[in-house]
C-alpha cells in the first residue's frame, strides 16, 4: 500500500456523518437541517428537535429538499464546518 492510499484510508476513518434535508441552497453552500429524536430527562416524553448545518457543496449538485448526508470537515469559513458526501 503505497503512502496516498494511506493517508486516504486514514483520513476517511471516524469522521462524524449526518443525514438531512437541504433547506437553502447558495453559491457552493448548502443548508441543511438535520432532525434528531430526543426523551426528556424527567418525563420521559420522546419529541424531534433539529439543527441547521453549513455544509459545502463544491460541484453545485444538490437542490432544496434533497436528502444528503455530510461528513465533518476542517473549517471553511466563519460557519461552513461539513461537506456533502
Known amino acids: ?3 496516498d ?7 476517511n476513518v471516524g469522521k462524524r456523518r449526518l443525514t ?3 433547506v437553502s441552497h447558495t453559491a457552493k453552500t448548502a443548508i441543511v437541517r438535520v432532525a434528531r429524536s430526543v426523551v426528556h430527562p424527567l418525563y420521559k416524553k420522546a419529541y424531534r ?3 441547521k448545518y453549513h ?6 449538485a444538490v437542490k432544496v429538499g434533497d ?3 455530510i461528513e465533518a470537515a476542517r473549517p471553511m469559513g466563519a460557519h461552513k464546518r461539513w461537506r456533502i458526501v
Not at 492510499?5 to 483520513?11: C, D, G, P, S, V
Not at 455544509?55 to 453545485?60: C, G, R, S, T, V
Open 20 to 22: 438531512g434535508v437541504v
Open 67 to 69: 436528502t444528503v448526508t
Open 49 to 51: 428537535t433539529h439543527k
Open 5 to 11: 492510499a494511506k493517508r486516504t484510508a486514514k483520513t
Open 1 to 3: 500500500m503505497d503512502t
Open 55 to 60: 455544509a459545502h457543496d463544491a460541484k453545485d
